[in-house]
């Protein structure tokens, strides 16, 4: 049972990285800041790949999301959405930050503030 899982496992990655050789197109946003400060638009995921998806916006313009080397928040998005599905970029990629964020185990301990008690030392010099 475990050989058949690493054997699958290790499938998967070898497509991954296959798949995801070619570096991504000049019209591609990458990382969260770049798909946060593209221009709005109402697009449609036309073609899920690996690590990056093709959209097609209202007017027919093609852009890409993710590449090999895109942050893992970009990566999740991309993942939660399906072929034809249709999304208001970058809205609902900051609603999907958001959620992410409130569902993360580690929220309310990464956005509380960082506080530290300093006992006063009892050593002498």
Known sequence: MKKT????LCSMALLCVCSCKTPPPPNSYEFNAQVLAMPSCHATM???CACYAM????FGRTFYLG????SED???FIHSLKEGEACYLPTAFMEFLDKQEKASPNAAATNA????LIQPSTSKL
Do not use: C, Q, Y
Request: aromatic content about 4%; hydrophobic content about 35%.
């Open 46 to 48: 036309v073609e899920p």
């Open 67 to 70: 590449s090999p080397g895109a």
């Open 5 to 8: 899982h690493i054997i699958m």
């Open 74 to 76: 970009v990566e999740n």
């Open 113 to 116: 503030p960082a506080t530290k």
């Open 55 to 58: 959209f097609k916006d209202d």
